[in-house]
């Protein structure tokens, strides 16, 4: 079988949204602006509320696909559509937002960990006009797999080791897994051939991917292959591993809005500032 390499490796940037959260943008700046069909990922993590509490107001989405991932803390979010849900450690939501929807995500705590990830999934054009939905998925709702000794894997997306992620009917087909490996445990993922992927870690010091030593807070962008070679460090480490089918279609962005032209671009701006979202 192929094994799939790291073509690249992206540190994320220090910045802020919303009403000012701070947080480390990996995917969505100059070093890497986009990785079809993903547009954005965000890691915020802070454990002082004057990083996070002024949260994420009321905003518009069109066009594409919000996955929040929380690890530690509790946002609470809502719609202009009478949508409400909370976010809570473990917990994940996908949102459609296709056609036009008001969004916000606002901190439920005055103090703690606020910890997680925002991704951002481009809709294929065909469904850019779809009627917004949510798959808002518990913790206990996420299935965990022991693949082999010393390795831990969280199944949001795709299938592994006999276990399919909750998240279903996403265009691009998905593959979005926490994977947690003790030192020295090996393990060989497979992947779809032709999605293109990421590994990004986030907890411990480093994790080997591809044969290569990545390091915390570092993303590795993955070559195409049939499987993945992951193994630990010297030291406990968690990573997520994620990948999808490229769209192979123009993307015309203008903040929170992402279509094909120019023109639908414009069009959106006129229906949100009309209130037709």
Do not use: C
Not at 97 to 120: D, K, T, V, Y
Not at 174 to 181: A, E, M, Q, T
């Amino acid at each position: 079988m192929s094994d799939r390499t790291i073509t690249r490796r992206i540190r994320g940037t220090d910045t802020s949204d919303g009403a000012g959260v701070k947080l480390k943008r990996i995917i969505g700046q100059p070093g890497l602006d986009m990785l079809d069909p993903f547009l954005l990922l965000d890691e915020f993590r802070s454990d002082s509320a004057d990083d996070y509490i002024a949260g994420f107001p009321e905003h518009p989405h069109r066009g594409f696909e919000t996955v929040t991932y929380m690890l530690a803390g509790h946002m609470r979010h809502g719609d202009n559509h009478g949508n409400r849900g909370d976010l809570t450690p473990g917990s994940v939501q996908w949102m459609t937002a296709g056609r036009g929807i008001l969004h916000s995500e606002m901190p439920q705590q005055e103090n703690g960990l606020m910890w997680g990830f925002q991704l951002w999934v481009n809709l294929p054009a065909k469904d850019k006009m779809t009627a917004p939905r949510y798959q808002d998925i518990a913790p206990e709702r996420i299935p965990v797999v022991h693949p082999a000794d010393g390795v831990e894997v969280k199944v949001i997306a795709g299938e592994l080791a006999g276990a399919t992620g909750p998240v279903e009917g996403i265009a691009t087909a998905p593959v979005y897994l926490d994977v947690s490996l003790q030192p020295g445990a090996r393990f060989a993922l497979a992947l779809p051939v032709g999605h293109h992927g990421f590994t990004y870690v986030f907890e411990g010091e480093s994790a080997l991917v591809g044969g290569e030593r990545l390091q915390r807070s570092e993303l590795g962008v993955l070559s195409d292959g049939e499987q993945l070679q992951l193994a630990g460090g010297d030291k406990p480490s968690r990573l997520l591993v994620v990948a999808g089918k490229s769209l192979n279609e123009p993307v015309a962005r203008y903040g929170p809005f992402v279509m094909n032209t120019q023109a639908q671009i414009h069009e959106a701006i006129t229906d949100f500032r009309a209130g037709r979202f």
